[in-house]
């Protein structure tokens, strides 16, 4: 069997480099490419706000309110696949710690964070995400990516060390902490699909976590470039915290790309192809991207959370029947892994994952 691939990255330079000499506009490489969009939807111009579903950790654990919280949680995850949580009991210093560590880290001259860049054959460390091509249209986002959990599967050489100090500790923290919402939202999320809960929360208890930190400057023309293309994330569940409240996630609602405001104590928690394969699409992995601005830097967390190693990735056998069908492929966790990575190799005919995994 071939071992699996996961995938390089070519080196691009970084975003706050490119931006620290005075830029009055964008070079070509990073000009998007509107045909390209997938999927076509309303222009940027139109972009609005909404107010995403609010879910309430608290009161989904509460005997008194779990009932209307749970239909809420189900419809948030039917209709939207993305929602704001607070209540998640994650407490603020460990938010705090990681995102003032987030802020340092990319403060860090250009030298001090190459030491952390990504090498070929990994996806980990300092740089930017499926850089495949040296004519491939690059996105404005300076990242750093981490496997942080199952513990064993740290590549230490990529975590900053003495500089920012007590990084790895925060990130240490910080994902044991996203584990520990990821499992309570989980179990819940299954509850509301009328799946065993407890297998959902042992199933991603022994999960694997990893966490992408994503640095977005300011650009002379916001509107020219994509901080993320659009896309729908491979994992069970995705938790992301903005370091601040600068606006710049957007999600494909209605055919229209609409801004998630950050809400201060919140995080916003999406559904990822997996538990959309699971729920056997009743709940939708969304399409988001995140766009950029002229004034400030943003910064976001995002840890994308997946199942065991051995939980195998299809339909729930509770949510099919003769009157309805499995809609989606069964995957053991490597086959699935091994079906995207081999995709991102060759995905030039622009169909994207999620529309590979169903029947
Ligand atoms: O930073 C954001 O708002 C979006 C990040 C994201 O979608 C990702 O890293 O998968
Ligand atoms: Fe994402």
Not at 32 to 47: E, I, M, N, S, V
Request: with cysteine; glycine share 6%; charged share 25%.
């Amino acid at each position: 069997m071939a071992t699996l691939n996961l995938g390089s990255s070519i080196p691009v330079p970084s975003i706050k480099e490119l931006v620290a000499q005075p830029l009055d506009t964008v070079p070509l490489r990073y000009i998007r490419d509107l045909d390209a969009d997938y999927p076509t939807a309303a222009a940027f111009p139109g972009d609005s706000s909404v107010q995403l579903p609010l879910l309430d950790m608290a009161k989904l654990v509460d005997p008194q309110y779990q009932e209307i919280e749970l239909q809420k949680l189900h419809d948030a995850c039917k209709n939207w696949g993305i929602f704001q949580l607070i209540g998640h009991g994650v407490p603020d210093e460990s938010l705090k710690a990681m995102h003032k560590k987030t802020q340092e880290f990319f403060d860090l001259s250009p030298e001090d964070k190459n030491q952390y860049a990504q090498k070929p054959g990994s996806l980990e460390g300092y740089g930017q995400a499926f850089v495949i091509s040296e004519d491939q249209k690059l996105e404005w986002c300076d990242m750093i990516f981490l496997k942080a959990i199952p513990t064993h599967t740290r590549k230490l050489e990529f975590w900053p060390e003495e500089q920012p100090r007590n990084f790895r500790e925060a990130l240490h923290v910080y994902s044991h902490d996203m584990r520990k919402t990821a499992v309570s939202i989980i179990g819940f999320i299954a509850m509301a699909l009328g799946l065993d809960f407890k297998d959902f929360r042992e199933v991603f208890e022994g999960g694997n976590y990893d966490v992408r930190m994503n640095c977005y400057p300011p650009c002379p023309e916001p509107e020219r470039v994509i901080g993320i293309s659009s896309h729908a994330d491979l994992s069970g569940i995705t938790l992301l915290t903005d370091c601040g409240d600068i606006p710049g996630l957007q999600v494909l609602k209605d055919g229209r790309w609409v801004f998630v405001e950050p809400i201060t104590d919140g995080m916003v928690v999406n559904i990822g192809i997996i538990m959309e394969i699971v729920s056997n699409g009743v709940y939708k992995a969304p399409y988001h991207r995140a766009a950029v601005n002229r004034h400030k830097d943003r910064f976001s967390i995002v840890t994308f959370c997946y199942p065991s190693k051995k939980f195998d990735i299809k339909p729930a056998k509770e949510l099919i029947n003769p009157d309805s069908l499995a809609l989606y492929k069964s995957f053991t966790n490597d086959e699935y892994f091994r079906s995207f990575y081999e995709r991102t190799e060759l995905s030039d005919d622009g169909v994207p994952f999620i529309d590979t995994v169903k029947i």
